[in-house]
C-alpha cells in the first residue's frame, strides 16, 4: 500500500517504489488520507521530472511549503522549545503571506510583516522590542532558506529587508566590589545561594511556564492553519 498508518504512532506514511528505488516518508500529524493521496502524487511527479532531466519552476503556496515542508524539517531536527516558538511565529506571518506563492512574496511583503510585529503588542500588553522582532524575522528567513534548498525560490526575500535596529548594551556592570558587598548584606545562606545561581546563571522570569507547556500540543503543525 503506498499509504499507511502506523500502528504504534497513527501517524500516516507514504511509500513506493520508483525506477527500483524505495521512497518513504512520514506525514505531519493529522493529515488525512485524501491530502497524503495528493502528496504521494505529487512526489512522484516531482521524482519523474528530476530522473528525466527535465527542469521544473516548482512552485508552492507560503501555508502549504510551511506544512509540507518547513515544520516537518524545524519538527524532526530542532528543540521541542524552538520548535513551538516556530510554529507561533509562522501562524502570525499567515495574515500576511497566506495565499501567496513563494516566487510571489516579496521583500515589500517581509517589510509590512516586520512592521506589524513591531507594532503590536506582547501578550502581557507591553510594546515589542526590536530584538523580538528581529528574531522572529530569523524564523521567517529560516522558511525561505529551505524553500531556496529546494528549488522553490531563487532568492532570499528577508535578505533585502533591514532588520530594526536596538540597543543591546549593558546599562550595569556590576563589579567585583558591588557584588562582594551585595552578597554580605544576606542574612540567609538560602537566599544568597539562590542569587548566586542567577547571577552565573543569567536566569529570566518566565511566566506561567508550566501553563505554557501544557498547552503545547503535539499536532502544532496542523494548528498553523486554523
Same mark, same amino acid.
Given at each position: ?18 525506477? @527500483? ?8 500529524? @493529522? ?10 502524487t ?10 528525466s532531466? #527535465? ?27 524552538t ?10 506571518a499567515?495574515?500576511?503571506?497566506? @495565499? ?41 528567513s529560516?522558511?525561505f ?78 494548528? #498553523?492553519?486554523?
Amino acid at each position: 500500500m503506498p499509504i499507511y498508518t502506523d500502528k504504534k504512532t497513527k501517524r500516516l506514511f507514504i511509500q513506493f517504489e520508483f525506477d @527500483g528505488t524505495t521512497y518513504k516518508r512520514r506525514l505531519p500529524e @493529522g493529515i488525512t488520507k485524501r491530502k497524503a493521496e495528493k502528496l504521494e502524487t505529487k512526489w512522484k511527479h516531482q521524482l519523474f521530472f528530476e530522473n528525466s532531466g #527535465i527542469v521544473e519552476v516548482k512552485d508552492i503556496l507560503f501555508e502549504d511549503f510551511l506544512v509540507e515542508y518547513y515544520l516537518p524539517f524545524a519538527e524532526q531536527n530542532h528543540s521541542k522549545i524552538t520548535f513551538d516558538n516556530e510554529v507561533r511565529i509562522c501562524k502570525s506571518a499567515l495574515p500576511v503571506f497566506r @495565499g501567496k506563492k513563494m516566487r510571489q512574496i516579496k521583500a515589500a511583503d517581509v517589510e509590512k510583516f516586520k512592521s506589524i510585529r513591531a507594532n503590536l503588542p506582547t501578550q502581557h500588553d507591553t510594546p515589542r522590542r526590536p530584538a523580538t522582532v528581529v528574531r522572529e524575522l530569523s524564523i521567517i528567513s529560516k522558511v525561505f532558506s529551505l524553500a531556496i534548498k529546494n528549488d522553490f525560490l531563487d532568492f532570499n526575500p528577508c535578505f533585502r529587508v533591514e532588520k530594526p535596529k536596538f540597543d543591546n548594551v549593558q546599562n550595569k556592570i556590576l563589579f567585583d566590589e558591588d557584588e562582594d558587598r551585595f552578597f554580605d548584606s544576606f542574612e540567609s545562606d538560602w537566599a544568597r545561594d539562590i542569587c548566586l545561581l542567577v547571577l552565573n546563571t543569567g536566569l529570566r522570569v518566565c511566566l506561567n511556564l508550566e501553563d505554557k507547556i501544557e498547552k503545547r500540543a503535539s499536532g502544532s503543525i496542523n494548528l #498553523i492553519l486554523d
